[in-house]
């Protein structure tokens, strides 16, 4: 079974930029990021599908994250920019095979452990 480990979590100012990844033993399909803050649901961040063709965000962070993927590495990126306070959660990282229903965190069949992202004002 494939095995997902995310890094790359830390303090930031607000504006600033920071860039998880997510290295997965094997060569994987579809990789979600899911985010959760203190007190709340687990939430949809971005997707990638296996060729990297295929990608979706959250209105929430359209237009300042970027998700990309190094298919020989095993490795998917999430370029975080723009940081705002509300964006601090602990991360996570998910693997499924279809990209379908990419935004529902149930779809998912592996998760990473996380990583913290905390934004300061």
């Known amino acids: 079974q494939v095995q997902l480990v995310e890094s790359g979590g830390g303090l930031v100012q607000a504006g600033g930029s920071l860039r998880l990844s997510c290295v997965a033993s094997i060569s994987t399909y579809t990789i979600g990021w899911f985010r959760q803050a203190p007190g709340k649901e687990r939430e949809f961040v971005a997707a990638i599908g296996g060729s990297g063709a295929r990608t979706d965000y959250a209105d929430s962070v359209a237009g300042r994250f970027i998700i990309s993927r190094d298919t020989a590495q095993n490795t998917v990126l999430l370029q975080m920019n723009s940081l705002k306070p509300e964006d601090t959660a602990v991360y996570y990282c998910?693997?499924?095979?279809?990209?379908?229903?990419?935004?529902?965190?149930?779809?998912?069949?592996?998760w990473g452990q996380g990583t913290q992202v905390t934004v300061s004002s």
């Open positions: 998910a693997s499924r095979g279809l990209y379908i229903g990419v935004r529902n965190p149930d779809a998912y069949d592996v």
